[in-house]
């Protein structure tokens, strides 16, 4: 069976699987991603995200990571949702409103690692879900999935940027998509509106400033000299992303496992500021809120009080 049929398999029962669109791209070194890591860790804007500086060339080249790899497939899931959170309200970011997506993606790639196997034969390969050395946006970026904007996430024309970003890495040889054209034009929005001016200068953030990485990935207090400028936000940030023109095509999802406990929409200030415990787990159960544990939240909430 030829590579072009295998592609087209794999890409049809991607859109079968929910997945909003799959891309591919061939397994070597990210020659051009490489300097920017490097600069990047140099100038220490990965905070006190030590594990940055982790397998630095695996990061870089997926036949390290997958020995005999051939091919990136690269998958972007909707997260967009259906009702937002109350006006009076702090906020968590979008893509964590639901069920954590780790769970909900590794499933789905799981069935399409398996679908390859049984339709294509003796297919080796590896699911990522942003849990590994894997430079998701680069790669996604690679297989004309979108480009990389301003605020450093991945954009399409057709759905601005509210999605995950998953792959498969197979020892398949497959066709390979082509890059997109930026669209970024002399659009700044993102970077004007970034309220800890994290957006550095245009394609750089430094994550240390991110409000995403203060309220998720920092340990310790919060700097009190960013003091007020969190605008409400307990958990992520999505100011970056609220604001770029390309995100008022974003369409609402289609999957259950998104969808927010109810008691997520309807919580104002002061209830946040009197959850307990049980109240927290009742409604981030499997949330990637999780991962910023009860105490971080009521850090967060009395940070921004």
Known sequence: MPKEKYTRLI?????????????????????????????????????????????????????KLVPGSKSVVSLLLNYFPKEMQSEDSYKISKYAYGTDYHFVIKDKLKSLLHYIQSEIGDVHGRAFV?????LDKAWAAKSGLGWMGKHTNLLTKQLGSFYFIAELIIDLELDYDLPVTDHCGSCTACIDACPTQAIVEPYVVDGSKCISYF????????????????????????????????????????????DPNPQLLSMSKSDWEEITEEVFQEIFKKSAVQRTKYVGLKRNINFLK
């Not at 942003?130 to 894997?134: C, K, L, R, T, Y």
């Not at 920092?218 to 307990?234: A, T, Y």
Request: aromatic fraction near 12%; charge should be negative.
């Open 11 to 63: 890409k049809a029962e991607a859109k079968r699987l929910g997945f909003l669109s799959c891309g591919i791209s061939k397994a070597e070194f990210l020659e051009e991603e490489a300097p920017r890591l490097e600069s990047w860790l140099n100038n220490g804007m990965h905070g006190e995200m030590g594990y940055m500086e982790n397998h630095f060339d695996k990061r870089l080249d997926p036949t």
């Open 130 to 134: 942003d849990s590994a050395p894997v």
């Open 215 to 258: 309220t998720i990935e920092l340990k310790n207090e919060i700097p009190s000299e960013f003091s007020r400028q969190f605008e409400d936000w307990m958990f992520g940030c999505d100011v970056c992303q609220d604001v770029c023109p390309w995100n008022r095509f974003s369409k609402a999802h289609q999957e259950p496992l998104f």
